[in-house]
């Protein structure tokens, strides 16, 4: 039992250290979308795109080391030679890429039309930010989740307070008083949104410099391969789950006029983001779960809890696709706050139903992690991938970030549904199809209907809800009594 207290311990920590700092940076959009920051959807366009890159570059520079590092430190007796190469090899490929990105950085600039103040602050970041992937690693190696999660929360706040001083403080005192007059630069609005995030992730790095002082800097050649090759495919699954994410961003950048991408992608960017509503729940319910896949693998007849799992995931996520959809002009005000960025409000339901069906994927995906298949989801992120560049491709010329949107959704059901007829191949789980089926269709039917063809008629919608929450009560009442009980 005290093993059990001490996983789920440390799982709430994890996760509570990986939704918090969603939750708060979600905070910054009403900030960025006011009148009085970036009113010209144009600007959080600019904005969106380099945080695009941010992602993809993100997960290149750590290309797999940090899952590489967990296996081979759990596996090799000589823990501290595990340490001591992963630590070189990131330090070696972050210095590398941070030479040759700050040598070339004007043509960079030029290639991706992006202004090149810009791109020196993000090489800066992009080097703070892999210098801290394997200590982060060791911290949860190690079981420090309480260090782990305030230094991660620290992070947020940073940059979130550095955020608010630099766009609204720094201006007004400025205009009232003249202090500030030497750093406070007009229309700077975007360079201070970057200068923000590398302070955060300075201030990270020195929270984190004892881990380097402690280590013996030996690196071993033959170890370096073996974790390589580990990490290689999950190199290749982090870059296609990146192209899913974000990388519609810089198609659309590429692929529509240049008088108008920016805009579009602003307006698109910030209405996706009441798309968190369901991204944190998901994200929440794996970080929460995952480690429940683990411990009860070798339990007789798990696959009718895993069953069991999924059938509550859906109902729950099927009640806040409907929520959300059914209030979302409600909400929009209050996160979205110039009226600039709502035209792109059509997306709201189809990004909210895509992260849905990303959620349900990584339910499913548990066959993969229990076999010791994973090279499935390299597999099914790559397809994934394809639709998402192929759809984007074809179709953002003429139906702009709507395109996206729906690539967004063809390619999260895709890897659901692949993941699912795999799944029942090597490693069948009683599911409750026609259950998971009557909420999937209820719900995205009543939403559809909602927002499509009831949109601000609340009665209606309201009326929707409450048919759909009474269904979802009386099918789960006998289970939500035991949840209750224990």
Known sequence: MSGFKSLFKQTFIYGLATVLPRMLSFLLVPLYTSEAV?????????????????VLFNVILAYGMETAFFRFFNKEDDKAKVINTATISLIISSLGFFVIALLF??????????????????????????????????????????????????????????????????????????????IYKPNFEISYIFIA???????????????????????????????????????????????????DRILLKELLPADIAESEIGMYSA????????????????????????????????QKNYANILEFFVAFGSVILLTVVVFADVIKPFIIRSEA???????????????????????????????????????????????????NFVFIKKYSYKASAIATLVAYASMMLLSFYFGRKYYPIPYNLKKIGLYLTISIGFSMLSFYKYRGIY????????????????????QLRKVLKR
């Open 341 to 391: 960025y709502w035209e792109a409000m059509w997306i709201v339901p189809i990004i909210l139903l895509a992260n849905f069906c990303l959620g349900i994927y990584h339910n499913l995906s548990v066959w993969y992690k229990i076999t010791d298949r994973t090279k499935f989801g390299a597999y099914i992120s790559v397809i994934g991938a394809i639709i998402t560049l192929a759809i």
């Open 459 to 478: 009665i209606a919608g309201i009326a929707m809800l409450i048919v759909f929450l009474g269904l979802v009560i009386l099918l789960e009442k006998n």
């Open 271 to 302: 209405c996706y983001k009441l798309a968190l509503f369901m991204t944190l729940f998901a994200t929440a319910y794996r970080l929460g779960i995952e480690p429940y896949f683990f411990s009860h693998a070798k339990t007789d007849n798990p």
């Open 105 to 182: 950085q004007n043509q960079i600039a030029n290639g991706i039309d992006i202004d090149v103040k810009y791109i020196n602050l993000v090489i800066w970041i992009l080097l703070l930010d892999a210098l801290v992937i394997i200590p982060f690693a060791w911290l949860r190696a190690n079981e420090k989740p309480m260090r782990y999660a305030f230094i991660k929360l620290l992070n947020v706040i940073v940059n979130i307070g550095l955020n608010l001083f630099f766009l609204l403080a720094l201006k007004q005192l400025t205009q009232r008083s003249g202090l500030f007059e030497s």
């Open 38 to 54: 970036l009113a010209n959807p144009a600007e959080y366009g600019t904005v969106s795109v380099i945080f695009s890159y941010f």
């Open 197 to 247: 995030n590398l302070v955060a992730s300075a201030i990270t790095l020195l929270a984190m410099l004892s881990f380097y002082t402690k280590i013996k800097y030996q690196f071993d050649k033959d170890l370096w391969k073996q974790m390589f090759r580990y990490a290689f495919p999950v190199l290749i699954a982090g870059v296609a789950f990146s192209i899913n994410e974000t990388f």
